[in-house]
């Protein structure tokens, strides 16, 4: 059974970092898709940032330059380094397999000062 | 960008009878591989989203077999032969045919 757990949001100040992370089980982060979808308050789904299995790394124009995901596969871990973090990069931040396939519990993201 | 443009956004329904949710995308989504790729997914209130259906038709694991999928080149429709109550959420069409993937806004599903 495929399980996705996020870890690493909570409260920061405007120009603030942090580091999302999704641990997987029962799928290897390198033989698919994996990316980051995020929902802020009452809103719809957002793909953040996406990483292939070739390694190609796509992002949503909003957070070029200021984020970066990454993967570990000795950890089977998918990383979202977030820096230079704005009130509206306030979201429930979800680690996402293959197209959407699999989906964690999502990790709650504020930016407020 | 791909734009995916959802109706109804509000979807009414009575418990046992169908609904339909339409989903339009601004250009086909069929990629040069001859799949089509638009997934539907299913979000209940208070938790993570779950895809129902990819590649248009096919059904996830574990998906109840009323819940169908149809469509063709930039129109699609998500279909609940018998709506039940657990099915009460919000529906979302996503494309992944090009970066970056995007989804529709989102239809409300309630019972009346």
């Known amino acids: 059974e495929v399980q996705l757990v996020e870890s690493g949001g909570g409260f920061v100040q405007p120009g603030g970092s942090l580091r999302l992370s999704c641990a997987a089980s029962?799928?290897?982060?390198?033989?698919?898709?994996m990316g980051w979808v995020r929902q802020a308050p009452g809103k719809g789904l957002d793909w953040v940032s996406i990483?292939?299995?070739?390694?190609?790394?796509y992002y949503t124009s909003s957070v070029k330059g200021r984020f970066t995901i990454s993967r570990d596969i000795s950890k089977n871990t998918l990383y979202l380094q977030m820096n230079s973090l704005r009130d509206e990069d306030t979201a429930i931040y979800y680690c996402?397999?293959?197209?959407?396939?699999?989906w964690g519990q999502g990790t709650r993201v504020t930016v407020s000062s | 960008d791909v734009v995916m443009t959802q109706s109804p956004l509000s979807l009414p329904v009575t418990l046992g009878q169908p609904a339909s949710i339409s989903c339009r995308s601004s250009q086909s989504l069929v990629f040069s591989d001859g799949d089509t790729y638009l997934n539907w997914f299913q979000q209940r209130p208070g938790q993570s989203p779950r895809r129902l259906i990819y590649k248009v038709s096919n059904r996830d694991s574990g998906v109840p077999d009323r819940f169908s999928g149809s469509g063709s080149g930039t129109d699609f429709t998500l279909t609940i032969s018998r709506v039940e109550a657990e099915d009460v959420g919000i529906y979302y069409c996503m494309h992944s045919i090009q970066w970056p993937w995007t989804f529709g806004q989102g239809t409300k599903v309630e019972i009346k």
């Open positions: 029962g799928f290897t982060v390198s033989s698919d898709f």
């Open positions: 996402a397999g293959g197209r959407g396939a699999s």
């Open positions: 990483i292939s299995v070739e390694d190609i790394r």
